[in-house]
Nanobody
Framework: QVQLVESGGGLVQAGGSLRLSCVAS????????MGWFRQAAGKEREFVAT????????LYADFVKGRFTISRDNTKNTVYLQMNSLGPEDTAVYYC?????????????????????WGQGTQVTISS
């Protein structure tokens, strides 16, 4: 079982940047595909980005439009989400998620329902 703790959220002006981090503990993070999701007030949680165990597989939601970059450092059991050109529409609680992958180091997971482990979330607020 893995525990996830997000950090790096905050309040920034439109056009600014933030870097979110997700530290995994309790298990070897390189055994897990990782994902970032977000949930705005009154809306359902939605997929943002995912990265495979090795980091070779990466997918983004269409709304990212080249603004976000997901990466991981398995030596630090940490996954990152670099977010640039932020707008008020990016305001949400951002969650890190992990899914154990038994076969294939390039497998990515985009479905919320497939993830078994979740962090508590970090608030991102973008002012206009």
């Amino acid at each position: 079982q893995v525990q996830l703790v997000e950090s790096g959220g905050g309040l920034v002006q439109a056009g600014g940047s933030l870097r979110l981090s997700c530290v995994a503990s309790g298990s070897t993070s390189s055994n897990y595909a990782m994902g970032w999701f977000r949930q705005a007030a009154g809306k359902e949680r939605e997929f943002v980005a995912t990265i495979s165990r090795s980091g070779d597989g990466i997918l983004y939601a269409d709304f990212v439009k080249g603004r976000f970059t997901i990466s991981r450092d398995n030596t630090k059991n940490t996954v990152y989400l670099q977010m640039n050109s932020l707008g008020p529409e990016d305001t949400a609680v951002y969650y890190c998620a992990a899914e154990r992958i038994w076969y294939g180091t390039a497998v990515v997971v985009t479905s919320l329902e497939e993830y078994d482990y979740w962090g508590q979330g970090t608030q991102v607020t973008i002012s206009s």
